[in-house]
Nanobody, 124 residues
Framework: QVQVVESGGGLVQAGGSLRLACAAS????????MSWVRQAPGKGLEWVSG????????AYADSVKGRFIISRANSKNTLYLQMNSLKPEDTAVYYC?????????????????RGQGTQVTVSS
């Protein structure tokens, strides 16, 4: 069955960096676009970044553009999110998501699987 498992979250000071990883299994990872979404305390889900199946095209929310970098290693079935210059407002649970085959990787696309999430806390 499809599984996506996030790791790499933690507590970091404002201005610091973290690298999230998402290990995928149960499907042919290289065929599917992927994304990261997050949910801050008391708020709804927010799309953060998306990447196409080959890794050559990416997209970012305005709130993270220039600070976060999404990438993937298809040989390792792993998705990454490098988060730099972190701000307290980046505090959230971060989820790895898989899109249906042929789907775009934009904020308008609907994912079909989501992991359990990893907590990122940025202190001021």
């Amino acid at each position: 069955q499809v599984q996506v498992v996030e790791s790499g979250g933690g507590l970091v000071q404002a201005g610091g960096s973290l690298r999230l990883a998402c290990a995928a299994s149960g499907f042919t990872f290289s065929y599917y676009a992927m994304s990261w979404v997050r949910q801050a305390p008391g708020k709804g889900l927010e799309w953060v970044s998306g990447i196409n199946s080959g890794g050559g095209s990416t997209a970012y929310a305005d709130s993270v553009k220039g600070r976060f970098i999404i990438s993937r290693a298809n040989s390792k079935n792993t998705l990454y999110l490098q988060m730099n210059s972190l701000k307290p407002e980046d505090t959230a649970v971060y989820y790895c998501t898989k899109y249906p085959y042929g789907s775009s990787w934009s904020s308008e696309s609907r994912y079909d699987y989501r992991g359990q999430g990893t907590q990122v806390t940025v202190s001021s």
